[in-house]
Structure formats: structure tokens, C-alpha cells
């Protein structure tokens, strides 16, 4: 497998045009979480994988490409919003293609690979303790984090200036331990979530472009009313976080593989496997082009 990492999308258009010796497919992944998780379950000698650090690289990128008429393309992206915010065009192009859920990391933990990880990873007798307190852990866990997706809907259509993510990757992320009790599993209400991602906010943004308080919690109590599902609202990174932390507080010396929502992300991505992938509706979707094409991309 052959990637190609080139920052700025005319460039890595340009890239693309210029690979005249391959007559495979270049494959559009969002960022490098992303070569964890596809490479492994494609056609590596006919796929190269770029990667465009961000949706909206990966759009500029492919717009140009399609100006240039060149077809040796191929995208994956995270829905993110897109389904719930009437963005969604099923016939965009038949060769892009969409994560089932909010993203990868939500899609992936649709399949046996949330189980699969923690079986993996925990003694016997952790993950009997688990599994009998917790029949759906994955299920309580995306509850605990459904508010904070639905703050991050109502800050994209509300533009409440609220961010969630360090500027630096090195500094430490959004701490969901500030509204949510790990250990009860409970959720501590709105008020305290929102003030929390206003503390976290503040230094890191201009809080003169941040609504008010109240502002924010009306926006956000008109999204949660709107019932969304749960799967689309939900970030992985959000999951990741919040299984780390469950961990942290209820085993805290049973899950040294998975201390950090970075290293459980990373245990998903290695036990995603094939038949897990198969599971999908993406892959599905790429099977079913792959057979139209006669292109075949998936192993």
C-alpha cells in the first residue's frame, strides 16, 4: 500500500493528475487515524491512499479533480452532520462514499469490534464484572455523550462560537469527566456541560464571539428536542474519551492499553477486522461499485 500525504488540496490534485505510471485508484481519506482502519481491508496494489487532513481539503481537492475530468479517484469521509442537516445527496458521485454513522470510530463500534476490544484487553474477570454491571456498555456510554453531540449540532446551525478541540494536538482535549460521572454513569445536566465547555473555551477563543450562556443552553435544548438519532449525533472521539474514563474510574488498574481515548481508538482500529468490516453499509456501498466498475478495491 502507497500513501500520499500532501497538505494543500491544489497540490494534491496536481499529485494526482501527474501519477500517470499508476492505473489504479487514489483513495481520499479525511486524516491518518483513517490508515489504521481501511488500508488493511483494500486492494494494495490498485489503491494509493492520500490523505487530506480535513473534509474541506478533501473537497477542494476533489472538485478540482473534477474539473480536470480525472476519474482515478475514490473518497471516504466522516457523515459527521451532513444526513441531519438536509446536506446529504445520495447521487453526489458514485465513487464517494460516506462513513453509516456520525464516523468511522462510530461506525466501526457498530460491530463486534466495541465487544471484541474489550475482551482483548481486560482479564477475564474484569470483563465478566463489566459485562454483568453493563450488558450495554456501548449503549449507556453513547447516552452519557448524546448532550455534548447535540451542543456540537447546535454550534454548527447556531454558529454559538463555542470549539471543542485544542488548537494544538499535544494539549490535553475537551475533559468529559467535568459533566459526566464515570463511576455512577450519570450525566450532570446541561448547565453544568455547557459551563464546562465555556471554562474550556475560554483563552482559546475570542469570548467576545461566544453567545451567552443562556443562548447557548435555548440552542441547545432545541436540537435535543428534535430527537436526532443517536448514531448520527455522536462523535468517536467522544466515545473513545468516555470508555478511557469509564475504565480510568471503574478499573483502574485492569485497562493499561486503553488509558487515553487516543489508545482506545488506536485497539478499535486493530480489531476492526475484515468480517467486521463486511458488517457495514460502506462496505456495501463500495462492493456494490466495485462489481459495477470492475474495479476491485476490497480484498
Request: glycine residues 6%; charged residues 30%; proline residues 3%.
Amino acid at each position: 500500500m502507497k500513501f500520499i500525504e500532501v497538505i494543500d488540496p491544489i497540490r494534491l490534485a496536481n499529485q494526482v493528475c501527474m501519477d500517470r505510471g499508476f492505473a489504479g485508484k487514489h483513495l481520499f481519506v479525511e486524516g491518518v487515524k483513517d490508515l489504521k482502519i481501511y488500508p488493511k481491508h483494500l486492494n494494495t496494489d490498485d489503491v494509493k491512499i492520500i490523505v487530506s487532513h480535513g473534509k474541506y481539503k478533501m473537497r477542494v481537492a476533489w472538485d478540482e479533480l473534477e474539473k480536470r475530468n480525472e476519474d482515478r479517484k475514490l473518497a471516504i469521509r466522516d457523515a459527521d452532520f451532513i444526513r441531519l442537516r438536509d446536506k446529504f445527496n445520495p447521487n453526489y458521485h458514485k465513487s464517494f462514499f460516506i462513513t453509516d454513522f456520525h464516523d468511522s470510530e462510530v461506525m466501526i463500534t457498530s460491530t463486534r469490534t466495541f465487544e471484541n476490544t474489550l475482551l482483548s484487553h481486560l482479564s477475564i474477570a474484569h470483563y465478566q464484572r463489566v459485562s454483568e454491571k453493563y450488558p450495554d456498555l456501548l449503549g449507556e456510554l453513547k447516552s452519557l455523550i448524546y448532550p455534548l453531540g447535540n451542543l456540537k449540532l447546535a454550534n454548527k446551525l447556531n454558529d454559538l462560537g463555542l470549539i471543542f478541540k485544542p488548537k494544538d494536538i499535544n494539549k490535553s482535549p475537551l475533559d468529559l469527566g467535568k459533566f459526566i460521572d464515570f463511576k455512577g454513569m450519570k450525566y450532570l445536566g446541561d448547565e453544568i456541560m455547557v459551563q464546562s465547555v465555556l471554562n474550556f473555551c475560554n483563552g482559546k477563543v475570542e469570548m467576545g464571539n461566544v453567545q451567552p450562556k443562556e443562548a447557548i443552553l435555548d440552542s441547545l435544548t432545541e436540537v435535543c428536542q428534535m430527537g436526532y438519532p443517536l448514531n448520527e449525533i455522536v462523535h468517536g472521539h467522544d466515545l473513545s474519551q468516555a470508555l478511557a474514563l469509564f475504565l480510568k474510574k471503574n478499573l483502574p488498574k485492569g485497562s493499561d492499553g486503553m488509558k487515553t481515548g487516543d489508545l482506545v481508538e488506536n485497539c478499535w482500529a486493530g480489531a476492526f477486522s475484515l468480517e467486521d468490516f463486511k458488517m457495514t453499509e460502506l462496505y456495501k456501498s463500495l462492493s456494490e461499485w466495485s462489481e459495477s466498475s470492475g474495479f476491485s478495491i476490497i480484498k
